[in-house]
Structures are given as structure tokens and as C-alpha cells.
């Protein structure tokens, strides 16, 4: 599988209309994808609404949304309306996510997230293929739903996973797996358990990129990404299959009481090193290209521009060129 290069939008610090010229620019720079992602901030679909108007070569994918805040039918109009703005393929990457950005802030129980995702995936390829979609799912019920108007190019569908059952569900219901917040070493592990159901479906990686040539600042800056994101109901279950309970137990003590400084701390140095990308660009692109040798077929920058590179978008706009496939 050819190695394709992407990056998510939007940009921490850069406002969305601000986007147009570093979007025109991506491809020139090698860039062929361009990702969102979904929490409490910008909606996954309005960004790409606009990548697919300002640059429209880039692949467009969500990576990920969570599949139990839309509803079925709501989700499949959605992705084939983006299609049909675009003449590139557009990727709708669904996940599980967590009590917090589904029940806590949306009011809607978190409930069998494991078959929501199946059925939700089932619902979505069979609505693509457009074909009519009625009956019981585990999770809900449809009557009747077909496309009244299909996009020339069908939306793929990808699932968010981690663990080895969200992996293996995306080799058999989807057309491929998007992970996150692992170590080129954890790789392998991640693609045999995905590679298991047979095929060469595309992994996906999303990585935290902050190129910046100080070290103490990166770790810094690591630290906050990572330390709430690590104890996470999700990410603590994926790391502790991964074999670091024990590594970062002391850590999830210190989150548990309260302390969230000292968990900070308390995140080894090696291990955060390893899960975030940072350093000059050069080292971040060869941390990148590990990566890809590990197995990743497509990488995705989250980026976090550093001081060094300034604001605003001439700031993103250089940092994304100097992390880019072509190099600065």
C-alpha cells in the first residue's frame, strides 16, 4: 500500500476562515489527506466542508467521531452530501469514544459501545452501496432508510480502534482501522491483531506533533496533551494491554487522588518521548517515517505549533511545510 501523508484541521490557535491558503498549499508540500477530529470544539464535517472547496485533491476523512451522537441515517446524508462536494474520497471514521463527549455533554446514554460501532458501520456500507437499510440492529431499529441521491465515489468507512476487538471488527465491517497514542514499538502488536482476519485494509495513525528544538518545552507540552488523554477510560485500558499498568501506575494514583500535577510528573520521559512527536522537523519527520516502517500506512499530524515558528497562520503554515513529505 503507497504511504499517503495527511494532517488535522483545524489547527489549535488558527481560526478556521484562516485555513484557505495552507489547505491551497498542502498538496504542493506532499500532504495527501486532510483529517478531523470531534469533542467539544469544532464539528468533524464543517472543516472538511471547506477543504473539499479550497483543495480539492486532499483525501478528506474524520479520525474520529463518536457513532452514538448522530444518528444513523443523520450520519449517512451527511458523509454523502461531503462527497458529493468533492471528487476525492472522503473517509467516515467512527469510534466508540467515552461517557464524557457522549453522554455527559450530549445527553445520550453510553450504552453497548462495541455494537454501536458494528451496527453502525453495517448501516453506513450497506446505505453507500445504495441499497435500501431496514430492520433490527442490536443498538437500534430502522424501518426504511435509502439515499435518495448517491455521491459518484461511496464514502469509506473506518473504525477507530485500539484494543484487539475494535481491531478485528474493522478488518471484518470496515474498510480499514485509524489507532492513536502508541509507540513505533507498539506497532506490530497493533497490526497483528488488526492483520489477523486476513487483508491488507489500510492503518491508520494519528500522531501529536510539535516540532520544536526545545526539548524541556516539548516535554512540556507533551505532558499536558497526554497525561489526561493516557488516563482516560480508553487509552489506560489500551496502554495496559500494551503492558504499561505497572509503568503508569504511580501516574493513575496521582490522577485518582486529584493530583494532576504530580501526574504529570509522573509520566516517564523515554515513554513520553516515544509517544510524542518532537524535536527539529527532521527528527519529527524520521520519528514519522518509524512509524511507517512499523506498519502505519497513512500518518496524520495533530499539530502543535511551538513558539518558535510564531503565530498565526504564517506559523502553522511553516511548521506544516517543514514536518511535510518534501521537507522544508
Known amino acids: 500500500m503507497t504511504h499517503r501523508a495527511g494532517f488535522s484541521i483545524p489547527i489549535p490557535g488558527l481560526p478556521l476562515k484562516d485555513h484557505r491558503t495552507l489547505l491551497e498549499r498542502a498538496p504542493d508540500w506532499g500532504y495527501t489527506d486532510v483529517w478531523t477530529a470531534e469533542s467539544a470544539g469544532p464539528d468533524a464535517f464543517t472543516p472538511l466542508a471547506l477543504a473539499a472547496?479550497?483543495?480539492?485533491?486532499?483525501?478528506?476523512?474524520?479520525?474520529?467521531?463518536?457513532?452514538?451522537?448522530?444518528?444513523?441515517?443523520?450520519?449517512?446524508m451527511t458523509a454523502a452530501t461531503l462527497a458529493e462536494a468533492t471528487d476525492a474520497e472522503v473517509v467516515v471514521g467512527i469510534g466508540a469514544s467515552g461517557p464524557p463527549f457522549v453522554e455527559d455533554i450530549n445527553?445520550?446514554?453510553?450504552?453497548?459501545?462495541?455494537?454501536?460501532?458494528?451496527?453502525t458501520a453495517r448501516f453506513l456500507r450497506t446505505a453507500f452501496r445504495g441499497e435500501l437499510v431496514q430492520g433490527e440492529f442490536d443498538t437500534f431499529r430502522i424501518k426504511g432508510f435509502h439515499l435518495s441521491q448517491l455521491p459518484p465515489r461511496a464514502p469509506r468507512v473506518m473504525l477507530g480502534a485500539l484494543r484487539p476487538g475494535m481491531l478485528r471488527l474493522a478488518a471484518r465491517e470496515a474498510e480499514g482501522a485509524i489507532t492513536n497514542v502508541l509507540t513505533v514499538e507498539d506497532v506490530p502488536r497493533v497490526a497483528k491483531e488488526f492483520r489477523a482476519e486476513g487483508g491488507d485494509k489500510e492503518l491508520i495513525g494519528r500522531f501529536f506533533v510539535c516540532p520544536t528544538t526545545d526539548r524541556e518545552l516539548g516535554r512540556t507540552i507533551g505532558r499536558r496533551v497526554l497525561t489526561p488523554m493516557l488516563m482516560a477510560r480508553t487509552y489506560w485500558a489500551f496502554h495496559s494491554w500494551l503492558g504499561r499498568a505497572?509503568?503508569?501506575?504511580?501516574?493513575?494514583?496521582?490522577w485518582l487522588a486529584g493530583d494532576w500535577h504530580r501526574a504529570q510528573a509522573l509520566l516517564p520521559d523515554r515513554l513520553l518521548d516515544e509517544l510524542f512527536v518532537h524535536g527539529s522537523p527532521e527528527e519529527c519527520r524520521e520519528h514519522l517515517d518509524r512509524f511507517v516502517g512499523a506498519g502505519i500506512d497513512t500518518t496524520i499530524i495533530a499539530l502543535i505549533p511551538p513558539p518558535e515558528f510564531g503565530g498565526g497562520l504564517p506559523g502553522a503554515t511553516a511548521a506544516l511545510h517543514a514536518l511535510s513529505p518534501t521537507g522544508s
Open 53 to 76: 472547496a479550497w483543495s480539492p485533491s486532499l483525501r478528506l476523512g474524520t479520525s474520529v467521531i463518536p457513532a452514538q451522537t448522530r444518528g444513523p441515517a443523520t450520519l449517512a
Open 107 to 119: 445527553g445520550i446514554p453510553f450504552r453497548e459501545p462495541y455494537r454501536h460501532v458494528r451496527d
Open 246 to 254: 505497572d509503568l503508569l501506575g504511580p501516574m493513575r494514583e496521582a
